[in-house]
């Protein structure tokens, strides 16, 4: 079944550091892919999406390419910042969705 | 834009009390809802979801149950709390499988501590 694996955390970065989040997916035809951010005490929100291959999603500095020859997602930013603290989220949907365990980001000043 | 309105915000219950977490939405029309718990430090599980006016999916069987009695309406309900129904809990909502970009957007969460 459809499925994506995100790494683990928690990842601790020194302000202005650049940031990957590894997100890799398995699903059937061509999904369309997510990532969400949770800040402390809320919900999610959305952050950047890709529908299609080689799309890249891009919000906030954040951004992520569809490679559907890695069927990845990776999340980047070049310079990270003590408001980036939070739990990022890869997400896919084909007629359902389907997330990722998570990953814990602190930037520390 | 769509929105998520969940209540209440936190929530401290005896071990054996009833619950009724409620959730509306607004901006769009014959939804696709879920009810997801997160644990703590955990990722999201997926409890249950609607794809319209009473008609319901559960995902885990538990003493937990939800009811949609209006469009935009979305309630999960216990007879009999538990301790490891402790957690974060998200409504959330999206539009039909038509639209196969469209993203889910939650709702702020009910903190329940159950004790």
């Known amino acids: 079944g459809d499925s994506v694996t995100q790494m683990e955390g928690p990842v601790t970065l020194s302000e202005e550091a650049f940031l990957t989040i590894n997100c890799t997916y398995t699903?059937?035809?061509?999904?369309?892919l997510f990532w969400y951010v949770q800040y402390p005490g809320e919900g999610l929100q959305l952050l950047l999406k890709?529908?299609?291959?080689?799309d890249k999603g891009s919000n906030k500095g954040f951004e992520a390419t569809y490679r559907k020859e890695t069927t990845s997602f990776h999340l980047e930013k070049g310079s990270v910042q003590v408001s980036d603290s939070a739990v990022y989220f890869c997400?896919?949907?084909?007629?359902?969705?389907?997330f990722g365990t998570g990953t814990s980001l602190t930037v520390i000043p | 834009s769509q929105t998520i309105h969940q209540w209440p915000a936190t929530l401290v219950q005896p071990v054996g009390s009833p619950l009724s977490l409620e959730c509306t939405v607004e901006?769009?029309?014959?939804?696709?809802l879920y009810w997801y718990r997160q644990a703590a430090g955990r990722g999201l599980q997926l409890l249950f979801y609607?794809?319209?006016?009473?008609?319901i999916s559960s995902e885990v069987p538990q003493n937990l149950s939800a009811s949609r009695p209006q469009d935009r309406q979305f309630i999960l309900s216990s007879k009999k709390l538990l301790l490891s129904d402790s957690g974060f809990y998200l409504c959330?909502?999206?539009?039909?499988?038509?639209?196969?970009?469209?993203?889910?957007?939650f709702g702020p969460g009910t903190r329940l501590t159950v004790l």
């Open positions: 609607s794809v319209g006016i009473g008609q």
């Open positions: 959330a909502g999206g539009v039909g499988t038509s639209g196969r970009g469209n993203e889910q957007f």
């Open positions: 997400a896919l949907r084909n007629n359902q969705f389907y």
């Open positions: 890709a529908t299609k291959a080689d």
């Open positions: 901006g769009t029309s014959n939804p696709n």
């Open positions: 699903a059937t035809g061509y999904p369309s």
